[in-house]
């Protein structure tokens, strides 16, 4: 008869064996491995089919620690550890060299209320702009014969960014059903993609930090635009 007790011990030993120790503890190791069983569990599976395939997820003790020694060994691997925690995963290593995340699955109301939390103050200072910046902005940019974002003669870098401003304004424009076609796929990914809890935690934080990016050098670009109109308008008052 199967023992799942017994057959977590016999993995432990294995994964002793093999040296993993560091960086990620052989505890947490267990939390993930047992995370997952739990949540197979849940969709049918029997215990040891859930234990087996779980393993097979996380993968076997040598190719683990030839990830886990990865860690730090290239500016690759640091920025995207960087990034990544920058997106609110505590724990990287295992949310990119495993196959699942399980190991940082937590609540979903959880996920959700952070990513919100996050959002929040870069969602008002959007609207902000957009309501009382946006249009002294252009009202300014128009009166120096120029347009918002109007980089035609700048660096490639400001042409660039221009492009990030002026998505940020349709989006603006399109809220609503942007919006409401975002929550539609979210709660079509929670109730139909399986897989899901293992990834929301690193998609959201990675997509609101990408936002917050991206708002954050819309309002740049829209400043440097005034900062660009300001002198013409001058010139034409004298």
Same mark, same amino acid.
């Given at each position: 008869m199967f023992? $799942?007790?017994? %057959?977590i011990m016999d993995w432990r030993r294995q994964m002793l064996a093999a040296g993993i120790k560091t960086p990620v503890p052989l505890e947490e190791l267990e939390i993930h491995l047992r995370d997952e069983i739990e949540q197979r569990m849940k969709f049918g599976l029997e215990q040891q089919k859930a234990f087996e395939n779980s393993i097979q997820q996380i993968g076997q003790p040598g190719m683990l620690k030839n990830e886990f020694t990865k860690v730090g060994g290239t500016i690759q691997e640091r920025l995207k550890h960087f990034l990544l925690t920058l997106s609110g995963i505590h724990n990287p290593q295992l949310a990119t060299n495993m196959n699942t995340s399980n190991s940082n699955i937590e609540p979903r109301w =959880? =996920?959700?209320a952070k990513a919100g939390t996050f959002l929040f103050p870069a969602a008002f200072l959007w609207l902000f702009t957009v309501v009382f910046v946006l249009p002294k902005a252009n009202e300014i940019c128009q009166a120096a014969g120029a347009t918002i974002f109007d980089f035609e003669h700048g660096p490639v870098v400001f042409k660039a960014s221009a492009m990030v401003g002026q998505t940020m304004i349709f989006l603006t424009n399109h809220c609503v059903l942007i919006g409401g076609t975002i929550l $539609? !796929?979210?709660a079509l990914l929670e109730r139909y993609f399986t897989q899901w809890p293992s990834y929301r935690r690193a998609a959201i934080g990675i997509g609101v930090f990408l936002l917050n990016t991206i708002v954050l050098l819309s309002m740049v670009? #829209? @400043? @440097? %635009? @005034?900062? #660009? !109109? !300001?002198? !013409?308008l001058l010139h034409q008052v004298k």
């Open positions: 023992d $799942l007790e017994q %057959s =959880t =996920t959700y $539609l !796929a979210f670009m #829209i @400043i @440097i %635009s @005034i900062l #660009i !109109a !300001a002198p !013409a």
